[in-house]
């Protein structure tokens, strides 16, 4: 079973950075073949997804949420079962909770993280 911990949360103001990070533990599975996914959901709205990164099977390509675009990277590190996002010139609206998830490729996303808590604020 995949499980998923998220850490790198915290407050910061506008205009500042920080960087998630995504520890995945898959006993027996191949972690560069999964999708890995950053979500985020605020409160009184839908979670939404930020960013994807595919697995081996499409070069690792990589999508982003319009309203991220330029300002959020979404990277892994296979060998380390790691996944992170980087996110740059963060605005108040980007305060949510932050949740990555793996899916295997067509399958949508199966094993999500507890998430961690961004706020943007000065």
């Known amino acids: 079973q995949v499980q998923l911990v998220e850490s790198g949360g915290g407050l910061v103001h506008p205009g500042g950075s920080l960087r998630l990070s995504c520890t995945v533990s898959?006993?027996?599975?191949?972690?560069?073949?999964?999708?890995l996914g950053w979500f985020r959901q605020a409160p009184g709205k839908e979670r939404e997804r930020v960013a994807s990164?595919?697995?081996?099977?499409?070069?690792?390509?990589?999508n982003y949420a319009d309203s991220v675009k330029g300002r959020f990277t979404i990277s892994r590190d296979n060998p380390r079962n790691m996944g992170y996002l980087q996110m740059n010139n963060l605005k108040p609206e980007d305060t949510a909770v932050y949740y990555c998830?793996?899916?295997?490729?067509?399958?949508?996303?199966?094993?999500w993280g507890p998430g961690t808590q961004v706020t943007v604020s000065s």
């Open positions: 998830a793996t899916g295997l490729r067509g399958r949508g996303y199966n094993s």
């Open positions: 898959a006993p027996g599975r191949d972690f560069s073949f999964l999708v």
């Open positions: 990164i595919d697995g081996s099977w499409s070069a690792f390509t990589t």
